[in-house]
């Protein structure tokens, strides 16, 4: 992935636990390299073991700390120059939601050589939504959770969320149901 995603692991940890946390968590996923390029790809698998290694430091499950880091995405994405992005997504998160392949299509161009994942929104009789996640990538649900109720706090919005269909236990995708309460 790239280095844009491993800058904002940094800066959730830095944020919250501060940089000793963050040098600890670096040394122990067997990263030398003391900043990362935003611009520059880096092998999934640096990213993974970052969670790794901080779901060991903190003591958090590796689900917890996916899901942190997709909160914090919102947040970080938004202040390191993308908010005008996020502005043209949509008002609500509905909106935003159909909108999010071709977003994520406008960050292609910045970033050439993502491989990003598709989304997929449905509406359902009573009034939520299923989100259909497909990806290349294995293990990210909980991400998508937490980026989620990241983009729920930027709209003022108060939803549920929870996972119907699950890949690691052999549905063909991941799917979540979400509604909006306020
Ligand atoms: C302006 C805001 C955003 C930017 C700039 C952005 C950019 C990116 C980038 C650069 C990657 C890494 C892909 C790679 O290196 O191959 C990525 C991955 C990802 N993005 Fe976004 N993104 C944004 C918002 C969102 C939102 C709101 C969601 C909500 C669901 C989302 C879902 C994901 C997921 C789940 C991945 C992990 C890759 C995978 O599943 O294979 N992103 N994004």
């Known amino acids: 992935m790239y280095g844009l995603v491993n800058k904002a692991v940094e ?7 501060g940089r000793p946390t963050w040098d600890r968590i670096r040394k122990r996923a067997g990263i ?20 790794g290694a901080a779901s060991e430091v ?5 689900d917890k700390v996916l899901e942190a880091f997709g909160e914090y995405w ?15 997504g949509g008002n609500s998160m509905r909106e935003f939601l159909g909108n999010l392949n071709a977003m994520h299509g406008r960050v292609e161009l910045i970033y050439p050589k993502t491989i990003l994942p598709h989304f997929r929104c449905e509406d359902q009789a009573d009034g939520s939504w299923w989100l259909h996640y497909q990806s290349s990538r294995q293990g990210l649900a909980p991400m998508v959770v937490g980026l989620i109720r990241g983009l729920a706090k930027m709209f003022g919005e108060t939803i549920e969320i929870a996972q119907i269909a699950d890949r ?7 799917v979540f149901s979400i509604r909006r309460l306020a």
């Open 11 to 17: 800066g959730l940890v830095v944020s919250q636990f």
């Open 32 to 51: 030398e390299d003391e900043e990362f390029i935003g611009m520059e790809t880096y092998p999934d698998d640096v990213t993974y073991r970052l969670v």
């Open 58 to 62: 903190l003591g958090l499950p590796p």
């Open 74 to 88: 919102t947040l970080y994405t938004a202040q390191e120059g993308y908010g005008e992005m996020f502005k043209a």
């Open 168 to 174: 690691t236990q052999g549905a063909p995708e991941d």
